[in-house]
T-cell receptor, first 113, second 116 residues
Framework: GESVGLHLPTLSVQEGDNSIINCAYS??????FIWYKQESGKGPQFIID?????DKRQGQRVTVLLNKTVKHLSLQIAATQPGDSAVYFCAEILYNQGGKLIFGQGTELSVKP | NAGVTQTPKFQVLKTGQSMTLQCAQDMNHEYMSWYRQDPGMGLRLIHYSVGAGITDQGEVPNGYNVSRSTTEDFPLRLLSAAPSQTSVYFC???????????????FGSGTRLTVV
């Protein structure tokens, strides 16, 4: 079926360490993936995206890796800061279903000073 | 450029009442969607639209209606509110599926709805 899920619901890291948030998806037809950050009381905020014809994409302090063989993607945050504390969602766009955006469960990242 | 605007920010309804959650975007986005987010959970798709006059059901459409008469607006109607519809509702918009488009959806700040 169509679902995007996360391996871990919570992640606690020390300030300055690198964070890795994982996500599994089940729809092999998915062509486009997005990571969102959601702070308390706010709407999701776009972080980085990746298309299925790529296996890695880098942004500012963030990197997304895509492994289509095992239907897995990850978000790496370098030198994690207290401001990175939030819930992170992976999401996929289903082009074969009108381009709708489907979210995974979410991982809460807590950064300890 | 206001982005995605949702009104109201907070609402309390009695069981059985109806209401409309408003969503407007000024980015000329074709795609618009409504999600609900329950505590400790992800966002679930209620309804979505790929353009004016076109709507479709998402994962949890029951109890909700939508229409898309203009590109800018995508209201969500609760026909007869139930306590199970207590949630935070998010509206989102995107340019849509095109070769040179940014596919990322932009989200509003949400409407917190309580049904008593």
């Amino acid at each position: 079926g169509e679902s995007v899920g996360l391996h871990l619901p919570t992640l606690s890291v020390q300030e300055g360490d690198n964070s890795i948030i994982n996500c599994a998806y089940s729809n092999s037809a998915s062509d486009y993936f997005i990571w969102y950050k959601q702070e308390s009381g706010k709407g999701p905020q776009f972080i980085i995206d990746i298309r299925s014809n790529m296996d890695k994409r880098q942004g500012q302090r963030v990197t997304v890796l895509l492994n289509k063989t095992v239907k897995h993607l990850s978000l790496q945050i370098a030198a994690t800061q207290p401001g990175d504390s939030a819930v992170y969602f992976c999401a996929e766009i289903l082009y074969n279903q009108g381009g709708k955006l489907i979210f995974g469960q979410g991982t809460e990242l807590s950064v300890k000073p | 450029n206001a982005g995605v605007t949702q009104t109201p920010k907070f609402q309390v309804l009695k069981t059985g009442q109806s209401m409309t959650l408003q969503c407007a975007q000024d980015m000329n986005h074709e795609y618009m969607s409504w999600y609900r987010q329950d505590p400790g959970m992800g966002l679930r798709l209620i309804h979505y639209s790929v353009g004016a006059g076109i709507t479709d059901q998402g994962e949890v459409p029951n109890g909700y209606n939508v229409s898309r008469s203009t590109t800018e607006d995508f209201p969500l109607r609760l026909l007869s509110a139930a306590p199970s519809q207590t949630s935070v509702y998010f509206c989102a918009s995107s340019y849509g599926a095109g070769v040179n488009y940014n596919y990322g959806y932009t989200f509003g700040s949400g409407t917190r709805l309580t049904v008593v």
